[in-house]
C-alpha cells in the first residue's frame, strides 16, 4: 500500500533538461543540431547544381544555362 501511493505522487519530467549549446537559439523552435543540418543541405543543394551546370557545359549541352535556371527555381 505504501509502495502505491509513492508511485502516485512521482512527477515526470515533461521536455528533456536544456543544454548549454541551446540556449542560443532560445526564442526560436531552430536548434543548433537543426541549424547545422539547414545548412549542410543547402550547401550539398549547391554544389549539385554546380556540379550539374559544368557537367552539362563541358559536353556542349545547348541549354545548360536553362536547366540550371530551372533547378534554381525548384
Known amino acids: 500500500m505504501a509502495s502505491n501511493s509513492v508511485r502516485n505522487n512521482m512527477v515526470l ?3 528533456d533538461p536544456e543544454r ?3 540556449k542560443l537559439f ?3 523552435g531552430m536548434t543548433k543540431r537543426g541549424a547545422y ?3 549542410s543541405y543547402m550547401s550539398c543543394a549547391v554544389m549539385l547544381i ?3 551546370k559544368a557537367a552539362l557545359s563541358s559536353y ?3 541549354c545548360a544555362n536553362v536547366i540550371t535556371l ?3 527555381g525548384n
Open 13 to 15: 519530467p515533461v521536455s
Open 20 to 22: 548549454g549549446d541551446e
Open 26 to 28: 532560445k526564442g526560436s
Open 37 to 39: 543540418a539547414a545548412i
Open 50 to 52: 554546380i556540379f550539374n
Open 60 to 62: 556542349n549541352f545547348p
Open 70 to 72: 530551372f533547378q534554381v
